[in-house]
Nanobody, 127 residues
Framework: QVQPVEPGAGSVQAGGSLRLSCAAS????????MAWFRQVPGKDREPVAG????????YYADSVKGRFIISRDNAKKTVYLQMDRLKPEDTAMYYC????????????????????WGQGTPVTVSS
């Protein structure tokens, strides 16, 4: 359901870029917000980016602000996560989620609770 746009593009060196896409099935269940999360072993899943589906307003966790961009393509029914200037600490399993309720502080994404989830895709950033 959630796949890198370019096959085999789940690994990259530090400073590189990746773009993840989110399946149409989740887009159709988007609701008010969709979001991207990431999780590393032993830690809670953390929201990194959220988008208000109607207006396209976006929110980001401080850890990715200025490097990641969440966007949606209504015609393709796809939500993307463009990840630039990747760091080794960005290594994680990334999940797309739909039907979300989010909490923000200004333009900072603080929390998100979502009803539907993609299967996740691994992202590895090597130093």
């Amino acid at each position: 359901q959630v796949q890198p746009v370019e096959p085999g593009a789940g690994s990259v060196q530090a400073g590189g870029s990746l773009r993840l896409s989110c399946a149409a099935s989740l887009y159709n269940n988007g609701g008010n917000y969709m979001a991207w999360f990431r999780q590393v072993p032993g830690k809670d899943r953390e929201p990194v980016a959220g988008i208000y589906m109607s207006a396209g307003t976006t929110y980001y966790a401080d850890s990715v602000k200025g490097r990641f961009i969440i966007s949606r393509d209504n015609a393709k029914k796809t939500v993307y996560l463009q990840m630039d200037r990747l760091k080794p600490e960005d290594t994680a399993m990334y999940y797309c989620a739909a039907g979300c309720r989010i909490s923000v502080d200004g333009d900072t994404l603080m929390r998100a609770e979502c009803a539907d989830w993609g299967q996740g895709t691994p992202v590895t950033v090597s130093s």
